[in-house]
């Protein structure tokens, strides 16, 4: 045999031990599936963040312009029109993103769980998705965030309220920019 049928054969044996070891039997692929049905609820949630995370953030930014900006008569009518643009980008984007999630989770999240869990670990995870319990505890989700929620901002809102007006400062001291009027101290608490 000569060097490069050798070496050929030898190639050709790895890819076939590398292909046994990713192979995914049918029933474990189905289990895997299932999961990424049941989750997709979940994987909707992750899509709804990435369209609705960097929106609130563009919306707090324009808010804090209102306030310095506009008179103070007409914020109010700003913050709404400001509000109904992000609404409509939400609209037009959610779908857009949730779909792409969609398509995408069975290449990205199936792998993981194709080689990380046993058959008998799917299956344990698609009886826990089934179960009346969980399914009940997925309805309480949103109670037991906004329950949190409320009581995290009421706590921590006045600090952080704070902490932000101080950065905000310092920012506009970096970029040149002069401080809001009446900011002076109010970071501080001076």
């Known amino acids: 045999m000569t060097k490069s ?15 046994a070891q990713t192979a995914v039997s ?9 999961i990424l049905q049941a989750q997709q609820a979940g994987i909707d949630q992750v899509a709804r963040q990435l369209v609705e995370q960097p929106a ?11 306030r310095r900006n506009v008179a103070a008569d007409q914020q109010q ?16 984007a959610y779908p857009v993103v949730r779909d792409r999630a969609r398509a995408l989770a069975p290449a990205t999240i199936g792998p993981v769980l194709a ?6 670990e799917l299956q344990e995870v698609l009886a826990v998705f089934r179960s009346e319990a969980w399914r ?35 920012m506009a001291k970096r970029l040149g920019l002069t401080p809001p009027a009446g900011a002076s101290g109010a970071a501080t608490g001076k």
Do not use: H, S
């Not at 049918?26 to 299932?34: A, E, I, R, S």
């Not at 609130?56 to 209102?66: D, E, G, I, Y």
């Not at 009518?77 to 037009?92: F, I, N, P, T, W």
């Not at 009940?136 to 006045?158: H, I, N």
């Open 115 to 120: 080689e990380k869990m046993t058959e008998a």
């Open 77 to 92: 009518a700003m913050g709404q029109a400001l509000q109904a643009d992000v609404r409509k980008y939400a609209e037009d």
């Open 26 to 34: 049918p029933q474990k692929q189905q289990l895997v599936d299932q």
């Open 136 to 170: 009940k505890f997925q309805t309480l989700a949103p109670d037991m965030q906004k329950a949190l929620g409320e009581k995290l901002v009421a706590e921590v809102k006045p600090q952080m309220e704070t902490r932000l007006k101080a950065l905000d400062q310092t």
């Open 56 to 66: 609130v953030q563009l919306l707090q930014r324009a808010a804090a312009l209102v």
């Open 5 to 19: 049928a050798l070496l050929l054969a030898t190639l050709l044996a790895f890819t076939a031990v590398a292909q």
